[in-house]
C-alpha cells in the first residue's frame, strides 16, 4: 500500500541553525500538508500546498517557515533559524482529489532545537 | 480563533468496557473527522461525517456529528487493547480557508487486558 515518507526520522540542531525536513507524498495526491505536534499536545495545522502554492497557513507558519515542491516527488519544509520551540514532530500529509477529506499521514520527523 | 476541546483528556478502562470521547467546537463546523495515533505512531484517518446529526458506524465503533454540528462523539463498545492510542477530532470551521484542519486536544485511551 502506497504511503507517505519522510527523512530524517529524528533531526537534533542547534538554535539558530537552518532545518529541512522532507517529505515525499503518496504519488498520485495532489495536495500536501504539514503539521506539527509538540510532544504531548495536539496536532496543528501548519500550511497547505496545492498546485505548486501555498493555499493556506496558520499563523504558526511565519516568515521563519517555507515549503517547496523542488521536483515530482519531494515536498519540503524549510525553518531559516530555528528557535528552541520549534521542538516538536513534524508530520507531512497528503491526500488526492477524489478522497475529499481523507488525509495519509507520514511517519513524522522529530526536530530537537539544543 | 477556532478551538476544539475535547473529554476527557485520559481515560483507562478494561478490556471489554465500553468508552466515549466528546469533541466540541467553539464554532460551527462544516465537517468533522476522527483520526486515531497509536503511540509514537502517526495520525490515521478513521472517518469524515458532514451532515448535521449524522451517525456512521465502523465495527465497534460508532460516531456522531451533532445537530448543531458544533460537537461530535466516538464511543468504542467492548474495548479491545488495540484500541489503546490517543483519538483527535478534527474539523473545519464553515467561515475559514477550504484546507485548515483543527485538531481537537485528544483523548488518549489505555486499555488493560
Known amino acids: 500500500e502506497p504511503e507517505v515518507t519522510q527523512t530524517p526520522s529524528h533531526q537534533v540542531t542547534q538554535m539558530g541553525q537552518e532545518v529541512i525536513l522532507r517529505c515525499v507524498p503518496i504519488?498520485?495526491?495532489?495536495?500536501f500538508y504539514w503539521y506539527r505536534q509538540i510532544l504531548g499536545q495536539k496536532v496543528e495545522f501548519l500550511v497547505s500546498?496545492?498546485?505548486?502554492?501555498?493555499?493556506?497557513k496558520s499563523e504558526i507558519f511565519d516568515d521563519q517557515f517555507s515549503v517547496e515542491r523542488p521536483d515530482g516527488s519531494n515536498f519540503t519544509l524549510k525553518i531559516r533559524s530555528t528557535k528552541l520551540e520549534d521542538s516538536a514532530m513534524y508530520f507531512c500529509?497528503?491526500?488526492?482529489?477524489?478522497?475529499?477529506?481523507?488525509?495519509?499521514f507520514g511517519p513524522g520527523t522529530r526536530l530537537t532545537v539544543l | 480563533g477556532q478551538q476544539v476541546m475535547q473529554i476527557p483528556q485520559y481515560q483507562h478502562v478494561q478490556e471489554g468496557e465500553d468508552f466515549t470521547t466528546y469533541c466540541n467546537s467553539s464554532?460551527?463546523?462544516?465537517?468533522i473527522q476522527w483520526y486515531k495515533q497509536r503511540p509514537g505512531g502517526h495520525p490515521v484517518f478513521l472517518i469524515q461525517?458532514?451532515?448535521?446529526?449524522e451517525v456512521k458506524k465502523q465495527k465497534r465503533l460508532t460516531f456522531q456529528f451533532g445537530e448543531a454540528k458544533k460537537n461530535s462523539s466516538l464511543h468504542i463498545t467492548a474495548t479491545q487493547t488495540t484500541d489503546v492510542g490517543t483519538y483527535f477530532c478534527?474539523?473545519?470551521?464553515?467561515?475559514?480557508?477550504?484546507?485548515?484542519?483543527?485538531f481537537g486536544t485528544g483523548t488518549r485511551l489505555l486499555v488493560s487486558p
Open positions: 500529509a497528503s491526500r488526492d482529489h477524489r478522497h475529499y477529506n481523507e488525509q495519509f
Open positions: 504519488s498520485n495526491h495532489l495536495y
Open positions: 500546498f496545492y498546485n505548486n502554492e501555498i493555499s493556506e
Open positions: 464554532t460551527t463546523l462544516s465537517n
Open positions: 461525517l458532514v451532515k448535521s446529526g
Open positions: 478534527a474539523g473545519r470551521a464553515v467561515n475559514t480557508g477550504f484546507q485548515k484542519l483543527v
